[in-house]
């Protein structure tokens, strides 16, 4: 149960945190005092989510100790252990943090309290019915929050930094040490402090100076929230392995099932399968055996001779091997455990997977074609590669980001072109892969089709003519978002004999056009010709 990996929100935090920190380092403008509020505060409620799992685990000691106190006695006698290690170091940390507001605001204890803290009565981890008061710095409120002479002052110049340094190393010793030995290899504690850090021009620095020297208050206490939080961290770690002895401890091997967990089931041609085999909560001091059979559906004394054996390392066995043929794959394995009673158990299972070539998915959204002088939008995406890992190319014209739709693509095409090619590379297990191209053709944007009334030709009476007043140009069958505006077109007709042409600007009737339609006899035709348009 220990090892666990950052969450999403833990992860975001930190790069949060670590852009920040480099941007301190040239400027402290309003908006990186506004951000890292952001962080702090994010660290923060973190910080809050991570004591309620805290707590949980807490209340699940607390149960199996009413349970079996003989047997969980123990252990949960190191889990109270980490609980005061951990809170010692967190109220160290918070007394620095309320010493330092306290030192940069020049105010009385109880000033800073009511003006800069909230104050809130909660339940002890280790006794609900014991209530403790917990005081949480509004940082936002501080005024001295982007000051840093003072803050370097705090730490550097008074020589607190080397003391809380000193003070998680020692943490650090002692959760370690709470851990059997034969398991500290699966706990990680974190809170390195013999790291190499180095400042904004490139040089050595100490733990000590890479976090408190020339930095703002606001960074600092955003820094000591993040400690908070890698405290909390290694105290969950800690006491969650401390639990999982328990039920280790008591172990039955007929409860053992096979479990294989592959890397990908869906693999690229010229690429490599990977998988583990395991066995669920086994003993990492036993090393299991694993025979593998490709094609095959299960493993028989007839035909395991031609099985390869895997030999297993620290509880479980990893699979490898290339995977140059495409189509679907099949293997048939057995694991091979030796049970308390020094007897060989053998455990079956079958799995099976896909390999297929690099393959590119290029869609035109609009159309099977590209049009010239309009933005094509355009969809690119290669199964199982997520799209930011992919590099698109075109032979002809430009490909770039559509700003309406970040993870789709805009094409522009020049006059002169009549065919493009759009390939693309994407990076797949750390390396950069060709995925295939398509070939489009490029046509030019058709014409539009002028209309009056909804019509290109045919009968209409004179006061539908009259009401319609306008030539409408339209992109027929055209799915793209292209307006024309008609500037100018000639209306003709025939009046005693004579031929009467006449024009106008835009795409109305002029008033002269008008009269002319009104005094119009019945069968009377007119020619709408010479018709000008922009898009």
Known sequence: MAGYKETPRQKMIAMMYLVLTA????????????AFLVVNESVVTTNEIMHSKIGTVYDQFAQQYRLNPEKVGEHFDKAKLAREYSNDLITYIDNQMFGLVKYSEREDSLSVIENYYKVEVVPDLLDPQKKVDKLTLNLQSVPTKDKFDRSTTWFITQGRAEVFKQKIEDFRIKMGELIPEGYRHRVEIGLHTDEEYYNADGKSQTWEMHHFYHTILAAEITIMNKIIAEVQTAELHVISELFSEITLADFKFEAVTAKIIPKTNYIIKGQKYEAEVLVAAYDDKTNPDVYILQGANEITDANISRAQKWEGKDGLVKLEWNANTEGMHKFAGIIEITN??????????VHDY???PPSLTVAAKKMNVFYRGVDNPVSISVPGI???????????????????????W???????????????????????????????????????????????????????????????PVMKDFEFDLNFIVTGFRMATIINGDWVPKRTGGNRLSSEMQDIIRNSRRGQKFFFENIQAEG
């Not at 941007?23 to 506004?34: E, F, H, M, T, Y």
């Not at 308390?340 to 299972?349: A, L, Q, T, W």
């Not at 997520?386 to 789709?408: C, F, V």
């Open 354 to 356: 896909i390999v297929a």
């Open 386 to 408: 997520a799209k930011n890992k992919i590099i698109p190319s075109i032979s002809i014209g430009t490909i770039s980001r559509d700003p309406d739709a970040p993870s789709d």
């Open 340 to 349: 308390p009673e020094g007897e060989k158990e053998r455990h079956h299972f």
């Open 23 to 34: 941007l301190l380092a040239l400027n402290v403008s309003k908006q990186i005092l506004d």
């Open 410 to 472: 805009i094409v522009r095409m020049p006059k002169e072109a009549t065919k493009a090619i759009v390939g693309a590379s994407a990076e797949y297990e750390g390396q950069m892969m060709n995925m295939g191209a398509f070939e489009f053709r490029v046509k030019r944007v058709p014409d539009p089709v002028a209309q009056i009334a909804g019509m290109t030709e045919g009968s209409l009476s004179r006061n539908e003519l009259l009401a319609a007043n306008a030539i409408i």
